[in-house]
Antibody, heavy 116, light 107 residues
Framework: EGQLLESGGGLVQPGGSLRLSCAAS????????MTWVRQAPGKGLEWVST????????YYADSVKGRFTVSRDNSKNTLFLQLIGLRVEDTALYYC?????????WGQGTLVTVSS | DIQMTQSPSTLSASVGDRVIITCRAS??????LAWYQQKPGKAPKLLIH???GLESGVPSRFSGSGSGTEFSLTINSLQPDDFAIYYC?????????FGQGTKLEIK
């Protein structure tokens, strides 16, 4: 069981920044790796980033490496994704998901639109 | 990077049919494969993990098989609720990648 609720999306100009949040409930947050997956409008799923349960280890897709930073606050059961240097091609629905391998719980997503 | 290729891209079927969706990896991923179902406007739902492990609560008409580079998702006796897009995803090594998706539509 459990629930994930993303927030923080919005419309931003190219080069801009956003911070996405994902509030988790209903499971022991700090025992699970967490993942961000995005989906551009009308397109398929793209793995973006994963962070270990402790937050000590992170992984990124090449397409976002150096621009996105994943972090977590286990005291607040919250996952974050800091997005900087946003590009038009980063426009997507961003999902947070529970797990570091397969993902058995997903939020409903938060929409990031990058446009001038 | 490991590439995942699904076939077909679109599959037309009728209620009660048995359908098979295949997923091919560009190199061996052992059994590190998951299948997801996504309905319009909804988040993906995990169906199968580790190639053949049925996720809790998923109907037994769904099954997964394969290892190495060739995998399949079988749906027996299609129900109206099964018409959706299906994705495979490997988790052998980073970056984890998804297949491009298979749209299962009503014939």
């Amino acid at each position: 069981e459990g629930q994930l609720l993303e927030s923080g999306g919005g419309l931003v100009q190219p080069g801009g920044s956003l911070r996405l949040s994902c509030a988790a409930s209903g499971f022991t947050f700090d025992t699970y790796a967490m993942t961000w997956v995005r989906q551009a409008p009308g397109k398929g799923l793209e793995w973006v980033s994963t962070i270990s349960g402790s937050g000590a280890t992170t992984y990124y897709a090449d397409s976002v490496k150096g621009r996105f930073t994943v972090s977590r606050d286990n005291s607040k059961n919250t996952l974050f994704l800091q997005l900087i240097g946003l590009r038009v091609e980063d426009t997507a629905l961003y999902y947070c998901a529970k797990g570091g391998y397969s993902y058995d719980l997903w939020g409903q997503g938060t929409l990031v639109t990058v446009s001038s | 990077d490991i590439q995942m290729t699904q076939s077909p891209s679109t599959l037309s079927a009728s209620v009660g049919d048995r359908v098979i969706i295949t997923c091919r990896a560009s190199q061996s991923i052992s059994s590190w494969l998951a299948w997801y179902q996504q309905k319009p406007g909804k988040a993906p739902k995990l169906l199968i993990h580790k190639a053949s492990g049925l996720e809790s609560g998923v109907p037994s008409r769904f099954s997964g098989s394969g290892s190495g580079t060739e995998f399949s998702l079988t749906i027996n006796s299609l129900q109206p609720d099964d018409f959706a897009i299906y994705y495979c995803q490997h988790y052998k090594s980073y970056p984890y990648t998804f297949g491009q998706g298979t749209k299962l539509e009503i014939k």
